[in-house]
């Protein structure tokens, strides 16, 4: 119970006010789903800062690898914010990117997730979180579903 009570404390104190977040995460490694790709594979980096207690805007940059030669290499950018509901981590995100991918093919995704960060340190966390991006071009074939696993560092 003295290990859970100092866990809750040491990330209470991570979502203050002016705290910057830096992050990496995979995605894909099949954990997602869409309706043309079997094989999905992505690295994604995230910068954040907690202008609010509670309360993070972020940017990212992301590489994805599909089996799906029409859109194979994706990469995109993107903008969004983070509100941790409970002061243990569990957060809830929204955000907005801009897909390109081959000469052919860009999209516009909004997207939601869900995560929790578990701190492994005082600044160093594990981030698992479940995502869903919609897509305006094609929803049936772009729109994804998926996992995430990453690792944050709040300064």
């Known amino acids: ?26 995605t ?10 079997d094989l999905n594979l992505g690295v994604e980096a995230k910068a ?17 690898h ?9 990469y995109s950018l993107g903008v969004g914010g983070r509100y941790y509901i409970i002061q243990n ?6 955000g907005c990117k801009l897909i390109h991918a081959n000469h052919s093919y860009n999209d516009v995704m909004p997207g939601v997730e869900v995560g929790y960060a578990f701190f492994l340190s005082r600044t160093v966390t594990v981030e698992p979180s479940i995502y869903y991006d919609q897509s305006f071009k094609d929803h049936s074939n772009y729109s994804t579903i998926g996992l995430k696993i990453g690792i944050g560092v709040y300064l």
Do not use: C
Request: proline share 0%; charged share 10%.
């Open 66 to 74: 599909s089996s799906n030669d029409a859109v194979a290499d994706r």
């Open 48 to 64: 954040g800062y907690l202008f609010t207690d509670n309360w993070m805007i972020t940017g990212q940059a992301s590489l994805q």
């Open 89 to 94: 981590g569990l957060y809830l995100g929204a």
């Open 1 to 26: 119970m003295i290990a859970a009570l100092m866990m809750t404390i040491s990330a209470s104190a991570q979502f203050e006010e002016g705290k910057v977040y830096v992050g990496a995460s995979l």
């Open 28 to 37: 894909g490694l099949n954990l997602s789903y869409n309706g043309t790709d």
